[in-house]
């Protein structure tokens, strides 16, 4: 198959994902010398994937151990072990390799000027030499008492748990050219292999957990002051202002020397603000550097790729990225970089979990990622981890019995079929899918994929929710939390929704919005405002969500400069209320039919009065989530809800899982936690 087709086949087809080969990231050995695999029972590991393989999954993957295990040094012997596995039964058709591009530990001490180093870590060459191996030396990049990853039983014996140095910077142009090697030599191994043909696509992995995480983030521990990402950052000012002295005008004077103050990242960086958006001239230097450190990292995305596609004749590549919808501070973690890759072309397909925020039976699910822009030019993998009532040692939105794991699987099928993504199940824990009835299930879910992939996809949301990079790199982290409650509440509507980046107003059809939602417009100026109402209906109407300003071209209301992620709004004479609550009015509508509201977690109800006032078709009550497009129509709801959808047309419906036929008008009874699902079929 050629690139497109591949694409295709794996929008078309689901994965799976198990711990089949599952290595300690930094490579190490065992006892007996070995790669370090936390189960060695791969007997077990194929059962499932055999499994899997009779339910219909046709695509398999798990990570397989680069080989790269020190110095110029190379092992396949665990890779080819996987590999011998995987295809052992007869039963797996594809096979993608997620391969892990971190440093041995022996590479970090050879190049310490090449690794992240901490703020309260050391400045000096030797110093940093002196803590390599040591339990100082942070493996993970989290911390964490019980070291590694072990919801499958092992226990690491190295607790992970103040370290002042990583691994590799994402600066580091000797990690580039060395884990670069290593991955060319890897991809010819496999290439030449027995199973070279059967391999589909590479994913590309590297940071915290392979998702292009820089190290510390989750514990706090921002910004790498190691000796070349601080050189490097430098040179990036010095290229973006033309000059020191510029650059320091732009920065401060704390900048006045080459190497940036610890402080001043602390400080002024990343610390939780109740203002909304950072001020750009006071927050010029840490902008800069979330600005540096997205580059940094779309740069290893670009170059990893390349390696990829240089020596397998152009397959496919992967990798997780772009986690701007629900990750804290994805400034800071280089995760902005989405226009530059879509435009770029080198990265193929790219994945993320599903939304941990709203991922429990009852919730409505979502994405990391605005994933209908990514399937506008390449493909979204959506990596569908949510915990079934089998999962044990684990508790992110659990499922507690079998009807609730069946309930989530049916509603991660039909969100990422109604966004024309992919998907891949991943049995994190192990076990989490060994189960009879979930498997009976899960065939029954791969047959209704299949019929409804044959038909080509059309959206039929009528929210279009619009993601500015440039106004998320102005926001101040903790306004996530808002947006992602606004996100949650939204798709509680008894609507379906479409995310998208603001870059693709005018390529993305919009002409079946009725109401288009700015979710940080802080950088969306008047220029932007005309281009969207060129590409909506006539009719449609515009929702701000939290920041209208002057200088934006947009005087819809007059608001202070910095406003919190709550404050009041004082009507302008062209604004007539909409809704208030017990601080007051929360919301209004101009003369020319948009909507502000002036917190961004404004509850279900008003959000609800909004989009029907905006002339949005609802398809169920409020508190209900609808996945859909021109294929099918599901619901899930957060109540016991008897109701007849809103449903009309030229319409037959059939229900997925059960074949019954639906008769427009006809009530539906759906249970809390539960769904239901329909193909749709014009006629």
Not at 252 to 260: F, L, M, N, S, T
Not at 322 to 346: D, I, Q, V
Not at 395 to 407: H, P
Not at 520 to 549: M, Q, S, W
Request: with cysteine; aromatic share 10%; charged share 25%.
């Amino acid at each position: 198959m050629d690139k497109r087709k591949v694409l295709e086949f794996l929008r078309d087809n689901p994965v799976f994902w198990s711990r089949l080969g599952f290595c300690y990231d930094p490579p190490m050995a065992d006892e007996t010398g070995a790669p370090l695999v936390f189960s060695k029972n791969f007997e077990e590991q194929m059962r499932i994937h055999d499994a899997f393989s009779d339910a219909g999954v046709r695509i398999h993957t798990c990570i397989l151990h680069s080989g790269w295990v020190g110095v110029n040094q190379y092992d396949y012997s665990l890779c080819d072990k996987v590999l011998e596995t995987i295809f052992s039964s007869g039963k797996t058709e594809y096979f993608i390799p997620r391969i892990k591009l971190n440093v041995p530990i022996d590479w970090c001490r050879e190049n310490p000027t090449e690794i992240t180093v901490y703020e309260n870590g050391p400045r000096s060459v030797e110093e940093i030499r002196s803590l390599v191996g040591t339990l100082k030396h942070d493996y993970l990049g989290y911390e964490s008492e019980v070291g590694y990853y072990n919801a499958n039983g092992w226990q690491d014996t190295r607790p992970n748990v103040g370290g002042v140095i990583s691994l590799q910077s994402f600066s580091s142009r000797k990690w580039l050219e060395d884990a670069g090697e290593a991955l060319r030599r890897l991809v010819l191994h496999l290439e030449k292999s027995p199973w070279g043909d059967r391999i589909l696509a590479y994913h590309i992995a590297y940071g915290i957990s392979g998702e292009s995480m820089p190290w510390g983030r989750i514990s706090g521990k921002f910004g790498d002051f190691g000796i070349t990402n601080q050189a490097r950052f430098y040179e990036w000012g010095l290229e973006k202002y033309g000059s020191k002295q510029a650059m320091v005008q732009a920065w401060g004077p704390q900048c006045e020397a080459e190497i940036v103050p610890p402080s001043y990242l602390r400080e002024k960086a990343y610390v939780s603000s109740n203002d909304f958006y950072k001020n750009e001239q006071e927050d010029c230097w840490s902008i800069d550097y979330d600005l540096f450190t997205t580059q940094m990292n779309t740069d290893a995305l670009i170059y990893f790729a390349d390696v990829v596609k240089q020596n397998t004749g152009g397959k496919p590549v992967g990798a997780f990225y772009g986690y701007c919808l629900h990750m804290t501070r994805c400034a800071f973690a280089g995760h902005l970089g989405w226009k530059r890759l879509l435009e770029s072309g080198n990265v193929d397909f790219f994945a993320g979990p599903k939304s941990y925020f709203r991922c429990a039976p009852g919730e409505p699910g979502g994405e990391l990622a605005p994933a209908v822009s990514v399937n506008h030019t390449r493909l979204w993998m959506d990596e569908c981890d949510n915990r079934t009532h089998l999962t044990v040692g684990d508790n992110i939105g659990n499922a507690t019995c079998a009807e609730e794991t069946y309930s989530v699987m049916l509603r991660e099928l039909c969100k990422n079929i109604s966004h024309n993504s992919g998907l891949w199940y991943m049995d994190l824990g192990g076990g989490w899918y060994d189960d009879e009835g979930i498997m009976s299930h899960l065939k029954n879910l791969l047959k209704a994929s299949e019929v409804l992939r044959k038909k080509e996809h059309r959206s039929v949301a009528q929210i279009t929710v619009i993601v500015d990079e440039n106004s998320i790199l102005c926001t101040h982290p903790s306004v996530v939390e808002h947006t992602e409650n606004l996100l949650r509440d939204l798709q509680l509507t008894g609507t379906p929704i479409d995310i998208i980046l603001s870059h693709d107003v005018g390529s993305i059809d919009l002409s079946r919005t009725q109401l288009a939602v700015l979710l940080t417009p802080l950088c969306l100026d008047n220029d932007f405002i005309v281009r969207l109402r060129k590409a909506l209906p006539e009719k449609a109407h515009i929702l701000y969500c939290g920041k209208t300003e002057a200088e934006n071209g947009v005087r819809l209301l007059d608001v202070p400069k910095r406003p919190a992620p709550t404050f009041t709004i004082e009507p302008s004479v062209d604004c007539i209320p909409v809704s208030y609550n017990e601080d007051g009015l929360i919301a209004v509508q101009n003369t020319q039919g948009d909507f502000i509201i002036s917190t961004l977690n404004p509850g279900v109800d008003l959000l609800r009065n909004i989009v029907e006032s905006a002339g949005v078709h609802c398809y169920a009550p409020a508190e209900c989530a609808v996945y859909a497009d021109n294929r099918i129509v599901s619901f899930f709801p957060r109540r016991d809800m008897n109701f007849v959808p809103a449903l009309a047309g030229p319409l037959h419906l059939t229900e997925v899982l059960s074949g019954r036929e639906y008769s427009l008008g006809e009530p539906l009874f759906i249970a809390a936690k539960d769904g239901m699902a329909f193909y749709v079929h014009e006629k």
